[in-house]
């Protein structure tokens, strides 16, 4: 899920390098924390947070398929 993850968020961004993407693993849920430049993070929120919406849309859609569930945070 994490390389999922960072994936979009390298393909979003201007400075890919400085994507960071770490990974909390719980019992049944995991918690995905997305950091980003910080010019960058209104690309990856997008407008009225649409952006960050469909990257969740997907995540859930894939961690579904693996019987678990995955929730994304975006930090400044």
Same mark, same amino acid.
């Given at each position: 899920? @994490?390389?999922? !993850? @960072?994936?979009?968020?390298?393909?979003? !961004?201007? *400075?890919? $390098?400085? !994507?960071?993407?770490? $990974?909390?693993?719980?019992?049944?849920?995991?918690?995905?924390?997305?950091?980003?430049?910080?010019?960058?993070?209104? @690309?990856?929120?997008?407008?009225?947070? @649409?952006?960050?919406?469909?990257?969740?849309? &997907?995540?859930?859609?894939?961690?579904?398929?693996? *019987?678990?569930?995955? !929730?994304?945070? &975006?930090?400044?």
């Amino acid at each position: 899920m @994490k390389e999922l !993850v @960072k994936y979009m968020a390298q393909a979003l !961004v201007d *400075h890919p $390098e400085d !994507v960071d993407c770490t $990974e909390v693993i719980g019992e049944q849920t995991s918690v995905i924390e997305l950091r980003v430049a910080k010019d960058d993070l209104g @690309k990856v929120i997008g407008k009225q947070g @649409k952006t960050a919406k469909a990257m969740r849309t &997907i995540l859930s859609a894939a961690s579904s398929k693996l *019987h678990k569930r995955a !929730v994304l945070e &975006i930090i400044e």
